[in-house]
């Protein structure tokens, strides 16, 4: 399906003032600026119904702290009139960890509708009754879902056609092929006694994929060897001399 208008992040906050913040600067910035993607923060509060505005209360059943109320939060993400073809994304430490390749796919897809929570979180109701799709950005919890709305936003905006310089860049990069990617390197040809691995100035393009392949993999081993465990069981079934 082609689409006339730009990939686009819905953002239900309670902070709508953080926004677009860091997506404001650098490439996000200039592509946001360019037109190349659009930015929606929207107030939750402004689905509050009482005079004080409120859009929590305290948990079910006791505990510290407050929870935000499906009423509030379900008129907030109906107001958007979301698309349905549009993914509905709630920030939350308990939710599937985010990807590169469920990335991808968000930046292939017209643009997610993302709540933020506050407090103790958001009211379970809410979450099945809108089909919200829990997304987390770490085994850590942060005091509100719009640092991670950052994130999820950032990766998916470089991937968008005509944001990163180089339609290359994105391609080699840690997690495109399942490994990390391959140290780096630039002038000065010597930093603190340290030159640059020989091979990576020898123009011979095979040995030098070759080498970075090495590299990526060693250093997926020693890092993350449950990346290079999936790697090796995603790559098993295939021609070994597939990139
Ligand atoms: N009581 C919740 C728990 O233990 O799972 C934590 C709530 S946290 C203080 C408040 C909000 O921050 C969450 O509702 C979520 O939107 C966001 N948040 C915190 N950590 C996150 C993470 N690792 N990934 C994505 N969102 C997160």
């Known amino acids: 399906m082609t689409t006339s208008s730009p990939w686009r992040a819905t953002v239900l906050t309670l902070f709508p003032e953080m926004f677009p913040g860091p997506l404001g600067v650098s490439l996000a910035g200039r592509a946001l600026a360019a037109g190349l993607w659009e930015l929606e923060a929207r107030d939750i509060r402004a689905s509050a119904t009482d ?39 709630l920030m939350s430490p308990r939710g599937r960890p985010l990807t590169q390749s469920r990335v991808q796919e968000l930046a292939a897809g017209p643009g997610p509708l993302i709540v933020c929570g506050r407090f103790e979180g958001v009211d379970q109701r809410v979450i099945d009754a809108r089909a919200l799709e829990e997304v987390s950005i770490g085994d850590y919890v942060l005091s509100g879902g719009e640092i991670a709305a950052f994130a999820v936003i950032d990766a998916c905006v470089r991937l968008l056609p005509g944001v990163m310089g180089k339609e290359a860049s994105g391609a080699e990069e840690s997690f495109s092929d399942g490994l990390l990617e391959y140290p780096q390197y630039t002038r000065p040809q010597l930093f603190e006694g340290v030159p640059i691995p020989p091979i990576l100035l020898s123009g011979d393009h095979a040995r030098v994929a070759a080498w970075r392949r090495a590299e990526a993999e060693a250093l997926t081993a020693a890092r993350r060897p449950d990346l290079m465990k999936k790697a090796a069981s995603q790559k098993a079934p295939k021609d070994k001399t597939d990139g």
């Open 51 to 89: 005079r004080h505005r409120s859009v929590d209360d305290t948990p079910a059943g006791g505990g510290p702290g407050m929870v935000l109320r499906a009423d509030i939060l379900a008129a907030a993400t109906d107001a958007v009139g979301v698309a349905s073809d549009r993914p509905r994304l």
